[in-house]
């Protein structure tokens, strides 16, 4: 059965960084693009930006250039989400997602709080 | 980054049937295929419709996706209780980025 098993939670000063891990099982982890999505408690999905892990090519949304980094580490069929910057407006449930939602990680919630 | 346009919430009683609008442009629903995800309380998302009306196996015929020009539909015949929570819509863009629809939350009453 497919999985995207993601980092536990996270609380972060305003101005650092989090880096959020996917490890993905029961597929080949380069033959399918992974997707960052964000929910804000009470708000709607928010896509963050796609990773092709074959050839390391990514796509962000233009609210996100600049302060979020997405990679992978194929050797143990990871990938990761690094957003920089923090505010409190980035508390929120991060997903990462195997295409566009076909699978869905358990998320991880990210809290940033003084 | 555009959105894709929902109803916030839709109702029905037990039995009956459901449909929610998805509502976007040429450069998404317009030339792209439409997903439909559904959230049930306290989880993740889960896939409901891909290629705007295929479904996943394990997902009841209960549920439909169509789409028509730059407007998709879900709908949710046989109402049932276990079907409250937030539905949302989502197309790939031209731009290369994703859109989400604004999200609908669906009370069987």
């Known amino acids: 059965q497919v999985r995207l098993v993601q980092s536990g939670t996270e609380v972060k000063k305003p101005g650092a960084s989090v880096k959020v891990s996917c490890k993905a099982s029961?597929?080949?982890?380069?033959?399918?693009?992974i997707n960052w999505v964000r929910q804000a408690t009470g708000h709607g999905l928010e896509w963050m930006g796609w990773?092709?892990?074959?050839?390391?090519?990514?796509g962000y949304a233009q609210k996100f250039l600049g302060r979020v980094t997405l990679t992978r580490d194929t050797s143990i069929n990871t990938a990761y989400m690094e957003l920089s910057g923090l505010t409190s407006d980035d508390t929120a449930f991060y997903y990462c997602?195997?295409?566009?939602?076909?699978?869905w990680g358990q998320g991880t919630l990210v809290t940033v709080s003084s | 980054q555009s959105v894709l346009t929902q109803p916030p919430s839709a109702s029905g009683t037990p039995g009956q049937r459901v449909t929610i609008s998805c509502s976007g442009s040429t450069s998404n629903i317009g030339s792209n295929f439409v997903y439909w995800y559904q959230q049930l309380p306290g989880a993740a998302p889960k896939l409901l419709i891909y290629?705007?009306?295929e479904r996943p196996s394990g997902v009841p015929d209960r549920f439909s996706g169509s789409k028509a020009g730059t407007s998709a539909s879900l709908a949710i015949s046989g109402l049932r209780s276990e079907d409250e929570g937030d539905y949302y819509c989502?197309?790939?863009?031209?731009?290369?980025?994703?859109?989400f629809g604004t999200g609908t939350r669906v009370t069987v009453l």
């Open positions: 029961e597929y080949t982890f380069t033959n399918y693009d």
């Open positions: 990773m092709n892990p074959n050839s390391g090519y990514t």
């Open positions: 290629r705007s009306n």
């Open positions: 989502a197309a790939w863009d031209d731009s290369l980025s994703a859109v």
């Open positions: 997602t195997l295409g566009l939602g076909e699978v």
